[in-house]
């Protein structure tokens, strides 16, 4: 049995043990042992027993009744009881049982059921009390009060136990008519203690009352609280579900106006990602100036006029996305919070990165630029999803159906502008004149406001300007950027350990480099990092010196020094490499990642390198090359023009050339050089750069770094057509999609009567098999792929050089 515990460590199992017990030691019965008759069936043997005139007499009825309602109110406190509790014998039946043991005894006494309607009706008066749990359900009863119900169960228990004594104990009772149990003491006792269970029950049923009473007043009072916060939660709830609603319906709206303009949200991504990494990539304080510059100020100051356009003009290296970044980054900080009159003042911007972003065309430019304001602009949101702009090219009617409604609103507009030298001629010519109708008509707007932001290279601004000189602004970088400059050129000293110190000879070297840099290279960060570069390799204050003295020159000439510098400190299989590495970032279509041109390296040198090219790069390479968001770009535009430019065919086809290449002497040196000047007057000699090629060969070097730019085409070339031919590798699976894609421009591009004849004995064979070979087809080829199909189907001019390169004799 498992016993069942109530408060105050009041166990009922225990109390029964107790009382059986005791029962037992009075009585000498066991309790819990049943009967072998039933209350009534022991008073009807009685009955029979008894003389016929008591079964006419009404003793024998009334004693039976008075049991009957004594043992009905045991039945309802004995549930009461046990609720809850696990136990053999339940209390009620204990007392049942009791009773049976009680009349039995008393069945050998005449006229016993005066004497037992007499005890049991003491009993029942006392009990009557309890009548109430009649009506409640066993579970309902308080803790506390089943306990003294128990212990009233028990207390009946004994006072049969009490009276089965008497009865066993007197034999002058037997003679006697009638005879009362309440005058033994003991039974009296156990009477007496019986009522005052009672009168305790109720007693707490009372407390236990009043305590529920005040409990259901608090809790009234919590629950009307309660329902006055579940009202307001109804509210908020309600007052979400519409806001929800509205923005699904928001939501739903901008998504169809995202479709119809060509998902320009995907753009918006990658144009995002720049921005965040050019922030990130930026040196504390960058374009603080500007919050001082009186035309950035008055550009910006949306209450100064309706129509305001400012440009930012700059040559290559300038810091002109940065400045863009942080001009972005100053806008949504200042209109971050609504205004008073509750206008809705949208910033939206877009960059011209012919590398980053695909179909970077003004067309997609302003679409971009729509659904930012979509995004952010309800009022425009609704404006825009109703208006048609399927297949619309020209520029001045795109930009009027996108915007053309909006001078009618409150709205404030910031559209901001990167890179706009990248335009198309025709597209910038357009959207120029857009410029000047809109501001002839700036003035009659009622509450609209508009401002531009163009940045780009000083050449296209100045083209711009010179178009409308009285409706723009121009802040020139070059000369407004000292501040950027001094920061970047301190944070870059600062991280150079030989300029790590405090000592007098240190402190001035620094203050020299900051001076000279800022003051002597026109505003160029690429110039200025890569004479940092050099520095940072030096190691005596004369050297550094000398680099400042030659601060002054041309960018080209500071990527000389720097390619100079890795032809003197890189092995020629680097160099190789790096060659190879450099052709296919200055001539991919676009950036291509460390995946792709681990694969390109893998076909130059046919194994994979155990060292991965990230590290490679950046130990060896970074002077050049550089890695952003995976993909491997040049540290500078302006180094893809050098190389382009500087084309060195005899430094770049080491990889033909090296078995037949080998160490030279000093006199097999002397010998070419006298027979060329002999052949050669000095002006030609010069002209040949022969002197290097000697100090050259006399070094052991056999290669250079430069790009072949007659031959990079067709390196791209065949390089497509052999992943594209060969067994599936996982090698050269990264280039496999690029391949596919591009072939056929890289083979518009090379020029036929330029490539050796060894050269298209090689090609001809692979561009015969991409089209006659089916597994070779089914690797490249995707008929689902839109594309494709345009380029070698639906246009005529794939087809056409493919046939041109075909019937060219070798």
Known sequence: MSAFEVKDDYNIQKAWERACGAFAQTTKVDLTTSPKFTVDEVLEQIRI????????????????????????????????????????????????????????????????????????????????????????????VDISLRKIINEELVCFVDICALSIKVLKGNKILTALKVFAFDSDKGVSGQLDRLALLVERESQMRATLGFESQKTSEILIVETRHETQKVNASVDKLLTFEKKRDADNMAQRLLSNIDASLGTPSETYKAIQAIYKRRLNEQVSGSGEWLKHDPLYTAWADVRRSRFSILGIAGGEGCGKSFLFAAIVKHLQELYAEATEDMKCTSICYYMFDQQEVRDASLIKGLEVLAWQVAKADMV??????????????????????????????????????????????????????????????????????LRILLVGRTETMDKIQAQIEDEISVIDLASANRDDMINFVNDRINKTEILDGSSEQVVTLRRDILETLTNGTNGDFVNVGLLLDEISRKKRPSEIRDILA????????????????????????????????????????????????????????????????????????????????????????????????????????????????????????????????????????????????????????????????????????????EVMCSKPSPNLKPLLQYAENNFGEHLMRADPSLTHPHQKIAIGPQLVKIFTDDEVINRWWRASSYRLRVLWIYDDDYAEVTLKWLQDSA
Not at 106 to 132: H, M, P, Q, T
Not at 395 to 422: C, H, P, R, W
Not at 644 to 656: A, F, M, N, P, V
């Open 380 to 449: 425009y949101r609704k404006e825009l999803g109703s208006v048609k702009i399927t297949g619309i090219n020209h520029v001045g009617s795109l930009f009027n159906q996108l915007f053309g409604k909006s001078y009618k609103t409150d709205s404030t507009f910031f559209l901001l502008v990167d890179g706009i030298e990248q335009m198309d001629k025709q597209y910038l010519k357009e959207f120029v004149q857009v410029l000047q109708e809109w501001q002839s008509t700036a003035s009659t707007w009622p509450r609209f406001t």
């Open 550 to 721: 030659r601060s002054g020159e041309n960018r080209s000439d500071t990527i000389a020094r720097k390619v100079e510098m890795l032809n003197e400190t890189l092995s020629d299989e680097d160099i190789s490499d790096l060659n190879h590495l450099l052709t296919w970032v200055v001539f991919a279509e676009y950036p291509l990642t460390l995946e792709q041109l681990e694969a390109a390296l893998f076909l130059k040198c046919r194994e994979p390198s155990l060292r991965p090219l990230a590290e490679n790069i950046r130990d060896q390479y970074s002077s050049l090359l550089c890695i952003q968001n995976a993909r491997v770009h040049l540290v500078s535009d302006s180094m893809k023009d050098f190389f382009r430019t500087s084309s060195d065919s005899e430094g770049t086809r080491d990889d033909q050339d090296m078995d037949t290449v080998g160490d030279v002497s000093e006199a097999e040196v002397r010998i070419v050089r006298r027979f060329l000047e002999s052949v050669c007057d000095p002006k030609l000699f010069n002209k040949f750069g022969f002197d290097e090629f000697f100090k050259r060969k006399m070094k052991g070097k056999t290669v250079r770094i430069a790009v072949d730019t007659e031959t990079a085409h067709l390196m791209i070339l065949s390089a497509c057509l």
């Open 49 to 140: 027993k008894q003389d016929d005139d008591d079964e006419k007499n009404t003793k024998f009825k009334a004693a039976k009744d008075i049991i009957g309602k004594t043992l009905t109110l045991i039945t309802v406190l004995g549930g009461i009881a046990a609720q809850g509790a696990s136990m053999v014998f339940a209390p009620s039946s204990l007392c049942f049982n009791a009773v049976s043991y009680l009349i039995a005894t008393g069945a050998k006494y005449k006229r016993i059921f005066s004497s037992l309607a007499l005890l049991f009706r003491r009993i029942s008066d006392v009990l009557e009390r309890c009548r109430i749990y009649m009506r409640l359900p066993a579970d309902a």
